[in-house]
């Protein structure tokens, strides 16, 4: 739905994630915040940035106070260290394997909640620049 949906679409779906599952932040806050660094990250702006961007300023009144300032955070490129390892051991084709395992060690799910919404952000992105569209679901 982020990768193709009209702008709508993209923020009931980005909406649909804040708040949802356990930790604190919670899980869907997490991978938002690894969604949002995946496209800020690429040379030209995936199309769902905006809606992600939009959904980190209303987040206050839809997430608890931290995970709120994180997306925030995120949405301005902002990320905590075992991240932006990460993010330079990738684009310089460096080994992820050390940055990694310091990202999955961070919180109880944290990490890997932001290492998913990450992988996500990329996949979304490689797709779009390479013109991939979904294929439909069989009726």
């Known amino acids: 739905m ?3 949906g009209g702008t709508a679409a993209r923020r009931c779906a980005a909406r649909a994630l804040l ?3 356990p930790g604190a932040p919670p ?3 997490d991978f938002l915040c690894g969604l949002l660094l995946a496209a800020q990250v690429q040379r030209r702006p995936p199309d769902w940035l905006v809606a992600l961007a939009h959904i980190a300023a209303e987040a206050d009144r839809l997430t608890p106070p931290v995970s709120a300032a994180l997306l925030r955070q995120a949405a301005e490129g902002l990320c905590i260290p075992q991240v932006a390892a990460l993010l330079r051991a990738a684009a310089t084709g ?5 940055p990694v395992t310091a990202l999955l060690a961070v919180g109880h799910s944290s990490g890997c ?3 998913h919404g990450l992988c996500a952000g990329a996949r979304l992105a490689t797709r779009a620049r390479d013109g991939v569209r979904p ?3 069989p009726s």
């Not at 460096?94 to 050390?98: Q, V």
């Open 2 to 4: 982020l990768a193709h």
């Open 19 to 21: 708040g949802l599952g």
């Open 27 to 29: 899980s869907g806050d």
């Open 94 to 98: 460096g080994d992820p394997s050390g």
């Open 113 to 115: 909640d932001l290492l």
């Open 135 to 137: 294929r439909s679901t």
